[in-house]
Structures are given as structure tokens and as C-alpha cells.
């Protein structure tokens, strides 16, 4: 089967809108809650986040219900996200999960990339921890499958080894990294100044720059043989066509 034959596919303006409003309600969400999200309020704030982030896919399956092995793969694919963060729990900053929510959101589309990026920040910080910094996380690993679904979808970016390890890298640097460091500047800062912002985005180039060089390892090692699975099961099943 060609390798791009899931990737171009066309987003009604109604989708579009609903994707549009979801991604403003969250930033919203986290910008005007800022340090008043204490530990306290950060499981009620992650699971708003959850919330909105399964509006969209679930508004992609207007014309149907979606299917239960639908829902048991994509619950399997975060169960994959959490194990690949885990597994390196022990080198500081080397995040491969942003890898797999890269694969799953250019085979499976946007709205399915997005939520299984937040779910997936979610359930690993019971492990890492939990805290105020989830929901910025939740948001940072969602962008990372949404934005891989659009460009992918859309022709702009090739789902091709090479290609997509250096889109990966690059997303992390100019993307998920700063959505992160966004987090330590509203919570480290009591005014934020031009000083303030640079010193918190430069302090994390490095920890960024390894989760970027993870992204691009893990991309470029695993990417294809898990789009041959899992186009394999949207041909045989016809899952999560609608959610592209």
C-alpha cells in the first residue's frame, strides 16, 4: 500500500471551527488560571483539558458512532506513549513519547493525535508527579500529535523516516519545549518582563534540545513500522477513518 495513501484529506469548516474553539478554551484555561492553578485546582484543570481535547474526535464521528475497537486502540496507543516514557525514566529530559504521539496523530489525524497526547501527559505524571505544570504538559504533547496530524494530513509534511525525524525534532524546540517552559514562567515569575521570559526559555533550550535529539531517534527508528500497523488496521477495519 502507498505510503501516503491516509495522509491528504480535507477538514469541513465546521471541523475546523470545533478544533479551533477547543484549542482556545484550553489556552484560555491555563494563560487566565496561571499561578492561581495550585496543586489544589490541577486535577480539575487536567481534566477539563481532557475534556476539550476529546470534543473534537468525538464531533469527527457526527455521521456514526465510534467503534469500540476504535476507542481500544487509541487507549492502547497511550498505554504505548506512557510505556515509552517510562522506560527512560532514568535519563532526565529523553522523552520518546512525543515520538509515538507524533506517529499516532499523522496515521490517525488531529483530533486523535491531540487526545492522545493529553491522556497520555496525564496518566505518566502519576508517576512523575502530578501538579499545575499537567494541564501545560497535557497541552504540550497534545499540540505535538495535533499539529503532526495537520501537517501530515495535508501533504506539508512526508510521514517518510527522514522527513518526519526532523519535523519531530523540530516541533519539540519550537513547540512542545516552549509550551513547557510557559508553565515555569507563570509559576517561577511574579511579573513577567522581557528578562524574565528569555531567561526561562534559555534555561531550557538544553533539556529541550535532548528531548528533541529522543523525538528524532525515536522517529527515525519506529516511525515506519508502527504507520504499516497501523494503516494495516484502518484498511482491515476501517477504524478511525472519520477521525482524520
Not at 497534545?142 to 519531530?168: E, H, K, Q, T, V
Not at 531550557?204 to 523525538?215: K, R, S
Given at each position: 500500500?502507498?505510503?501516503?495513501?491516509?495522509?491528504?484529506?480535507?477538514?469541513?469548516?465546521?471541523?475546523?471551527?470545533?478544533?479551533?474553539?477547543?484549542?482556545?478554551?484550553?489556552?484560555?484555561?491555563?494563560?487566565?488560571g496561571?499561578?492561581?492553578?495550585?496543586?489544589?485546582?490541577?486535577?480539575?484543570?487536567?481534566?477539563?483539558v481532557?475534556?476539550l481535547?476529546?470534543?473534537?474526535?468525538f464531533?469527527?464521528?457526527?455521521?456514526?458512532?465510534?467503534?469500540?475497537?476504535?476507542?481500544?486502540?487509541?487507549?492502547?496507543?497511550?498505554?504505548?506513549?506512557?510505556?515509552?516514557?517510562?522506560?527512560?525514566?532514568?535519563?532526565?529530559?529523553?522523552?520518546?513519547?512525543?515520538?509515538?504521539?507524533?506517529?499516532?496523530?499523522?496515521?490517525?489525524?488531529?483530533?486523535?493525535?491531540?487526545?492522545?497526547?493529553?491522556?497520555?501527559?496525564?496518566?505518566?505524571?502519576?508517576?512523575?508527579?502530578?501538579?499545575?505544570?499537567?494541564?501545560?504538559?497535557?497541552?504540550?504533547?497534545?499540540?505535538?500529535?495535533?499539529?503532526?496530524?495537520?501537517?501530515?494530513?495535508?501533504?506539508?509534511?512526508?510521514?517518510?523516516?527522514?522527513?518526519?525525524?526532523i519535523f519531530?525534532?523540530?516541533?519539540?524546540?519550537?513547540?512542545?519545549?516552549?509550551?513547557?517552559?510557559?508553565?515555569?514562567?507563570f509559576?517561577?515569575?511574579?511579573?513577567?518582563?522581557?528578562?524574565?521570559a528569555?531567561?526561562?526559555?534559555?534555561?531550557?533550550?538544553?533539556?529541550?534540545?535532548?528531548?528533541?535529539?529522543?523525538?528524532?531517534?525515536?522517529?527515525?527508528?519506529?516511525s515506519?513500522?508502527?504507520?504499516?500497523?497501523?494503516?494495516?488496521?484502518?484498511?482491515?477495519?476501517?477504524?478511525?477513518?472519520?477521525?482524520?
Amino acid at each position: 500500500m502507498p505510503q501516503e495513501s491516509f495522509v491528504k484529506r480535507t477538514y469541513s469548516k465546521k471541523s475546523i471551527l470545533v478544533m479551533t474553539a477547543c484549542l482556545a478554551g484550553i489556552a484560555m484555561l491555563l494563560v487566565f488560571g496561571g499561578k492561581a492553578m495550585g496543586n489544589g485546582h490541577a486535577y480539575g484543570a487536567s481534566l477539563l483539558v481532557i475534556v476539550l481535547a476529546m470534543v473534537p474526535f468525538f464531533f469527527s464521528f457526527e455521521h456514526r458512532r465510534p467503534q469500540a475497537r476504535e476507542l481500544v486502540t487509541l487507549a492502547v496507543l497511550c498505554a504505548i506513549a506512557v510505556a515509552a516514557r517510562l522506560l527512560f525514566i532514568w535519563a532526565p529530559h529523553f522523552k520518546p513519547m512525543t515520538a509515538i504521539i507524533i506517529i499516532v496523530g499523522a496515521a490517525l489525524g488531529p483530533q486523535a493525535g491531540f487526545m492522545t497526547g493529553a491522556m497520555a501527559a496525564f496518566v505518566s505524571n502519576f508517576f512523575f508527579g502530578q501538579g499545575p505544570w499537567t494541564p501545560w504538559q497535557m497541552l504540550a504533547f497534545g499540540m505535538a500529535g495535533f499539529l503532526a496530524g495537520i501537517f501530515c494530513r495535508s501533504g506539508m509534511i512526508s510521514r517518510r523516516r527522514i522527513p518526519l525525524s526532523i519535523f519531530g525534532a523540530v516541533l519539540v524546540m519550537a513547540i512542545v519545549g516552549p509550551l513547557q517552559d510557559t508553565c515555569s514562567l507563570f509559576l517561577m515569575t511574579n511579573t513577567i518582563t522581557p528578562a524574565s521570559a528569555g531567561a526561562i526559555y534559555l534555561s531550557g533550550v538544553p533539556a529541550n534540545a535532548v528531548h528533541a535529539l529522543a523525538t528524532f531517534l525515536t522517529l527515525l527508528l519506529v516511525s515506519q513500522p508502527m504507520f504499516e500497523k497501523l494503516d494495516r488496521l484502518k484498511q482491515k477495519y476501517g477504524i478511525l477513518k472519520e477521525s482524520a
